[in-house]
């Protein structure tokens, strides 16, 4: 059996030494270089990264980037150059963009190694060595001590009041004070607490411990191999990118073989016989409308439309690694986010006192010492209360400093709130500790559960603080410290202290007591004699706080349809009160641990899962449980978190949200968004700048499209028909590229309308044309189109020939038409849900169109251009027309969005989903 299969945390330390083959004096140096040929290094393997090479060629393997190269070849091949060139510059601009996007993707693994130390003491041969990290073998005696980043998992052995922080790994907001002895089999990976785990640090104490696992047989290594092994899905926007490129494909096939079939078949009818040379011009032909009915920009504005999302989301603190998640967040139907310091603060912070036989409530959260304490008179003052803080000083080794302008904490955070909460009241730590120098001390280990320090007293004597959990305390108390003086511990009295005690502990606040005593001779000579006669001085009440701004976040998401969920390695008790007062859980929601989802098969958890609002003492396979529990629900899911326990199920999710500051390596690799700033309610601003950025491109897909549709229909009709052909390839590549591209920018930066958040998430599986967009669609394909060909029939009979007068004005109206129709669009497009006059077009829109109009107008007044690209005057009665086209299409597209909309035919009949209560 080899030592990953074993459960070290339920055999005795001897049991596991000897199972090792190896003793207290540890491994011989020997024995140690064999084991490291037969383990291998303790460290993580590098994962196959995809070459930069790679990254690019992939950008050229979507669909629509495909039709364009297709598009290329054939315009390279029927002599159009300058169409040829152009598209490949827009297809090399839009991979460009992309590659430079996903280039640092990829990359967790090598995080994770930077996370390990290069160094740590081991014993060998009875000695302490200094040796690389990478050489710790299982079997290896790890000296520990306060600020050791643990290099390998491993079964402690000896022990010495050790604490150890591993919110990195299990999620515990609290450094873990740890143990030797034995703890049954089927305990959870958090409440091992004979176990150190690689990749933690420890905090408080010294220990030995016996190196059990070693690389990636680690629960760090576990980590990283899930990180490496999950698939990561496409995005709802790649997804209908590919819809668009499947169906735009299949309409240019279409349309190029009907044409032509058609085409020859009346040739045919008329002739005879089959003519190569018509044959020829047909296939050509057909060739050309099938390229024309692609929107050759659209790669490069749904790219650039996401390039400048992920730029304004840098501006709002959310940094995007992966461009195509941007959109992502607009749907986003859960998320599952992790508790400490993300939706806490990470800071614990003493919320409630009791002392002088009265409450104290403390304002303020985390280590910054500002905040109001709320008492009855006197009691601040009272001589019991200062003394209460001196004890909350003096009986603590943590240290309040400014780092980089942010207060911090040295030390353990729960001892760092008592300094904080002496901060608060106005007291100065170091006056205190100046004052009253200490001259001895009883560490705290996790089977006293108190600590001890004395202090030279003012009046000569001796003092002597006692801080540590209320039952231990109480038990060695005589008398307390009341408002009227110091006074008998009664059974009233004790039985008062342990209510005040019991209403903390149910609103999940840590407890500590603090008591005192004080004399001119005080025997030390033993922990009995030295804890005895204590005088009780009161209780501190701390927890790790919401963030302020999470609360308004949840409530924000919850009102729009997102449903939050917590998921977290903390206590169900801490877990469910943060749930609760953040708006997270409700009365009637269910909660549950880490056994209890061992005890529920995937199946019957999927059909429990939407009932659970809570998750605590979780470890990072039940997380990623809990997402792929969510996503088989159809849910759009965001995993947010920090620790290297969250990596997996973010890179599981649609979307990993990581933290910024208090986020390791691995996990803001894992993920598709990283918060700069730590705040939860940045998610809230990067979900409306996702939503802002779908509906851009969706009204990008609904203003191109059209035009393109009607565009299909009046070139394909008019040719079968048997008119000549109604655009010259130079007018239509005009229409395509210069018409499209300027109002097309401009509506991918079109400010958000007013009503975005407060619709409903859309469906992953919503197709991208809308009932908004096929609206604009069927107008085109049963007003305009028809419309465009009446004109261009009156003016052109049957059998006009080609370059004639007739046919050269009829193609020039019919030019001018669609420019500035396809302007008209765009202003229609700058909402498909709301009257221009209520949502008014932004000033970069009427930029485009107006430069537009202008760069047309003046350019085909130069004689040698126009002659270029085969246009006329058209004189008064042209201008007309086209000015009363465009009338009667803009007024007619605003008349049905209004008609549809006070039909509900827009609004989205979706119910918002805000989960339980």
């Known amino acids: 059996m080899t030592s990953t299969e074993?459960?070290?945390?339920?055999?005795?330390s001897q049991t596991v030494l000897m199972k090792l083959s190896t003793s207290r004096a540890g491994l011989g140096r020997a024995d140690a270089i064999e084991r490291l040929q037969e383990y291998g290094p303790n460290e993580l393997m590098r994962a196959e990264t995809e070459s930069p090479l790679r990254i690019l060629l992939r950008q050229f393997t979507e669909t629509l980037v495909v039709i364009l190269l297709i598009a290329v070849g054939i315009s390279f091949l029927v002599g159009e150059i300058v169409d040829a060139l152009l598209i490949l510059v827009i297809v090399i601009i839009s991979a460009i963009l992309g590659f430079t996007q996903e280039y640092r993707a990829e990359r967790a693994l090598l995080a994770l190694q930077k996370m390990l130390t290069p160094c740590t003491t081991v014993l060998r041969d009875n000695q302490a060595l200094e040796v690389p990290t990478k050489e710790v073998v299982p079997g290896d005696i790890l000296m520990l001590k306060e600020g050791d980043k643990i290099p390998?998992?491993?079964?402690?052995i000896e022990v010495c009041n050790i604490k150890v922080n591993e919110a990195a790994i299990t999620g515990e907001s609290l450094p873990v004070s740890k143990t030797e002895e034995t703890i049954e089999p089927d305990t959870p990976l958090p409440d091992r607490k004979n176990l150190v785990l690689s990749g933690t640090e420890v905090t408080y104490g010294k220990g030995l411990a016996v190196v059990t696992a070693t690389g990636m047989n680690t629960e760090f290594g576990k980590i990283a191999r899930q990180v490496t092994t999950v698939d990561k899905e496409e995005t709802p926007l790649e997804k209908r990118t590919k819809e668009i490129g499947k169906w735009l494909g299949a309409l240019s096939l279409g349309v190029c073989v009907a044409v032509i079939a058609v085409g020859l078949l009346r040739d045919f009818i008329v002739y005879g016989l089959f003519r190569p040379a018509f044959a020829l011009e047909m296939i050509l032909f057909g060739i050309a409308l099938a390229v024309a009915a692609v929107p050759e920009a659209l790669p490069a504005v749904v790219t650039g439309s996401l390039a400048i999302g992920m730029h304004r989301m840098a501006h709002a603190n959310a940094l995007v690694r992966r461009m195509s998640a941007v959109e992502t967040l607009g749907c986003t139907t859960v998320i599952c986010s992790d508790k400490t310091g993300t939706i806490t603060k990470g800071e614990m912070t003493v919320r409630e006192v009791y002392a002088a036989d009265s409450t104290v409530a403390v304002e303020g959260e985390g280590y910054e010492p500002t905040g109001r304490l709320l008492a009855p008179?006197?009691?601040?003052?009272?001589?019991?209360?200062?003394l209460f803080v001196m004890g909350c000083v003096l009986c603590n080794d943590a240290d309040l400093v400014i780092e980089n302008g942010k207060w911090r904490i040295r030390g353990d955070p729960t001892e760092g709130a008592l300094i904080v909460l002496a901060e608060k009241s106005g007291h100065k730590v170091h006056e205190i500790r100046s004052a009253f120098p200490r001259i001895g001390e009883v560490p705290f280990s996790s089977e006293r559960k108190r600590m001890t320090t004395m202090?030279?007293?003012?009046k000569g004597g001796k003092l002597v603080f006692v801080k540590g959990a209320p039952e231990v305390v109480l038990d060695r108390c005589t008398k307390e410290f009341a408002s009227g003086g110091i006074q008998d511990m009664g059974s009233d009295s004790r039985g008062r202290i342990l209510q005040a005690n019991e209403m903390m502990a149910r609103r999940a606040l840590r407890v500590l007591a603090v008591a005192y005593r004080e004399g001119p001779q005080i025997d030390d000579s033993s922990e009995e004699t030295l804890e005895k006669d204590l005088?009780?001085?009161?209780?501190?009440?701390?927890?790790?706080p919401p963030r302020a701004e999470a609360v308004k976040a949840i409530s924000v998401c919850k009102s729009v349809g997102i449903r939050p969920i917590m998921i977290t390695g903390d206590h169900a008790l801490t877990a469910v009160a943060i749930a609760r007062e953040v708006g997270i859980y409700n009365e009637g929601d269910k909660f549950l641990t880490d056994s209890d989802m061992e005890r529920i098969d995937d199946q019957d958890f999927e059909q429990i899962v939407e009932d659970v609002s809570v998750y605590a003492r979780v470890s990072p396979i039940r997380k990623l449980k809990i997402v792929k529990a969510w996503k088989k629900r159809g849910k759009v899911v965001a995993m947010t978190g920090d620790g290297v326990n969250d990596a997996p199920a973010l890179k599981q999710a649609d979307i990993g949200i990581a933290m910024g500051i208090t986020g390791t390596d691995v996990t803001k690799e894992a993920a598709d968004l990283v918060l700069a700033d730590?705040?939860?309610?940045?998610?809230?601003k990067a979900i409306e700048l996702g939503r802002w950025i779908y509906d851009n491109i969706k009204k990008y897909l609904a203003y191109l499209l059209q035009t393109n549709l009607i565009e299909i229909i009046v070139l394909s009709v008019a040719i079968l028909a048997g008119y000549p052909l109604p655009l010259e390839p130079a007018q239509l590549l005009y229409i395509n590229l210069v018409t499209d591209g300027f109002p097309a920018i401009a509506l991918g930066l079109s400010p958000a309308d007013p009503d975005i958040m407060e619709r409903p998430p859309r469906s992953p599986k919503e197709s991208i044309f809308t009932k908004d967009m096929k609206l604009f669609y069927l107008i085109s394909v049963l007003v305009q189109s028809p419309l465009f060909l009446f004109i261009f029939a009156s003016m052109v009979p049957l059998g006009t020939p080609e370059n004639s007068p007739q046919l050269l004005e009829a193609r020039s109206v019919l030019f001018y038409l669609f420019v500035f129709i396809e302007l008209v669009m765009a202003i229609t497009c700058r909402s498909l849900r709301r009257s221009v006059f209520e949502v008014r077009p932004h000033r970069l829109l009427w930029l485009a169109v107006f430069g537009n109009a202008a760069l047309t107008i003046g350019l085909f007044s130069i004689p040698a251009v126009a002659n270029a690209f085969g246009l006329v005057p058209i004189g008064l009665l042209g201008v007309e027309v086209v000015f009363g086209v465009c009338a009667f299409t803009f007024l007619s597209i605003e008349a049905i969005k209004l008609v549809m909309r006070r039909q509900g035919f827009m609004n989205d009949s979706r119910p918002v989903m805000v989960g339980r209560g």
């Open 455 to 458: 202090h030279y007293s003012e």
């Open 535 to 544: 005088v009780f001085l009161g209780l501190a009440g701390m927890i790790d």
């Open 678 to 684: 730590d705040n939860f309610a940045t998610i809230e």
């Open 6 to 12: 074993e459960a070290w945390h339920s055999q005795d």
């Open 152 to 156: 390998a998992d491993g079964r402690l």
């Open 377 to 386: 008179d006197g009691v601040l003052n009272s001589d019991s209360f200062r």
